[in-house]
């Protein structure tokens, strides 16, 4: 794309609470960042002209997966227009294009149906970067089941390891961690990982932190123990990285 960039803090958060409903979902259509098809076009998966502070463009769209046995897109589109955040500018679900005071209408913007995914777009600018946290329903509504909540005296399983991709270019991840639990994330790493930090928040709307108030090394070495404060429910890593870095997540009820 040649800009440095980054995505929308809200449509980070948005992931996060995704990821922490159904943390086995399918991803093998969740996108960011424009193609070279998007870049040739208009399209808010192309880095804006917005700016924070480091420099890096905003990119305003996110791709979700549709994945009916765990993250249903219709459950998701519903979830999001039903309650129509202010920052969301424009959502596109099965060969349809929802905006705010229109509604639902057919999609012509293009050849792709939008039927393995749900585009997410938020209005650019500073609102874009809100770390507010978005109704996905209220309690008792039939949400997609919450992951379980730790039991254990100590929980690390095959099953709590996530692998962060190699990418030279500064890029992130976003982790669901148990908030009632003291939880640690073990880099299990050949090179150094470079440039991270954590976003934390919790589940509960108006108490989370938000932000970056959670700032660690900028190296990060092999077999080092990062400790997460309680409480927290997503960790956001930022990093770039030479090759795929295994990240063990232990959690201690």
């Not at 792709?112 to 109704?135: E, K």
């Amino acid at each position: 794309m040649g800009k440095p960039w980054y995505v929308a803090h809200s449509l980070d958060i948005l992931l996060g609470q995704v990821n922490a409903l159904e943390p086995d979902r399918s991803r093998v259509s969740d996108g960011s960042i424009g193609d070279a098809d998007h870049s040739a076009r208009l399209s808010d998966h192309n880095p804006n002209d917005y700016r924070r502070g480091d420099g890096r463009f905003q990119v305003c769209a996110r791709d979700f997966t549709h994945d009916p046995g765990d993250l249903d897109g219709q459950w998701l589109a519903d979830r999001l227009t039903t309650h129509a955040d202010p920052r969301l500018k424009y959502l596109i679900w099965n060969r349809r294009i929802w905006t705010p005071g229109i509604g639902w209408k057919p999609y012509t913007g293009g050849p792709n149906p939008h039927t393995s995914h749900v585009h997410v777009s938020v209005v650019a600018g500073s609102r874009a970067d809100s770390t507010v946290l978005w109704n996905l329903g209220a309690a008792g509504a039939p949400n997609p089941p919450n992951p379980p909540r730790p039991t254990g005296r100590i929980l690390m399983t095959e099953d709590n390891v996530a692998t962060l991709p190699a990418s030279m270019d500064t890029t992130y991840e976003v982790l669901a961690v148990p908030p009632a639990a003291q939880v640690s994330l073990i880099f299990a790493a050949k090179t150094v990982i470079y440039g991270g930090h954590l976003y934390n928040w919790t589940p509960v709307p108006g108490k989370g932190t938000g932000g970056d108030p959670g700032r660690w090394r900028t190296e990060v070495q092999e077999g080092e123990e990062i400790r997460i404060p309680r409480g927290t429910s997503k960790v956001h890593i930022e990093y770039s990285c030479a090759s795929p870095v295994s990240v063990f997540i232990q959690a201690i009820a």
